[in-house]
């Protein structure tokens, strides 16, 4: 069965920067979404991280995340009021005018089941340091996502771009 793919949305941010991307009344006609995000925050570091919440929710959220940052790797785990470390993105301490990627992907979001969500991501600073992520995360809420917010700990910078993304086996 081929799968295709369909977007539902683009956003892309502006002079001044944003502090959140939303993309609200998704419809429910898909059987998955997939969000694909370049993005770049003012976070005074050299990287930063995307976090979720659907629904406007902030409780039943929980993560398993793998991550490298060029040397060591490591695991992290947790029960926030969103899905954390859905991927890493590139803050401003990084080379000047570059973005990293995040891949989100979130199987059956209409079905009354917990809701999985897998993501992976990378910030890099054109230099030395990438930061690379994958997350297994998980929303136990029996509720169809009907909106999605995306965040970071620093606003995102101009240019920023999500595209939503309805998926359907056709």
Not at 42 to 60: A, E, H
Request: charged content about 10%; proline content about 2%.
């Amino acid at each position: 069965m081929a799968t295709t793919y369909e977007a539902i949305a683009t956003v892309t941010v502006g002079s001044g920067g944003a502090s959140d991307i939303t993309f609200s009344s998704i419809p429910g006609t898909y059987t998955d979404l997939a969000i694909l995000i370049s993005a770049r925050t003012n976070r005074g570091d050299t990287n930063d991280v995307i976090r979720l919440q659907f629904n406007g929710s902030t409780s039943s959220y929980s993560y398993r995340l793998l991550y490298s940052d060029g040397s060591s790797v490591g695991t992290e785990a947790g029960t926030p009021t969103y899905i954390d470390y859905a991927g890493y993105i590139t803050g401003n301490l990084a080379t000047a005018s570059v973005f990293g990627n995040v891949s989100i992907y979130i199987p059956n979001y209409t079905s009354s089941s917990n809701k999985s969500v897998s993501a992976d991501g990378a910030g890099e600073t054109n230099a030395t340091g990438v930061s690379r992520g994958l997350n297994a995360g998980l929303w136990s809420n029996s509720s169809a996502i009907t909106s999605v917010k995306i965040f970071a700990i620093g606003s995102f910078s101009q240019y920023t771009t999500a595209t939503l993304y309805g998926i359907k086996n056709s």
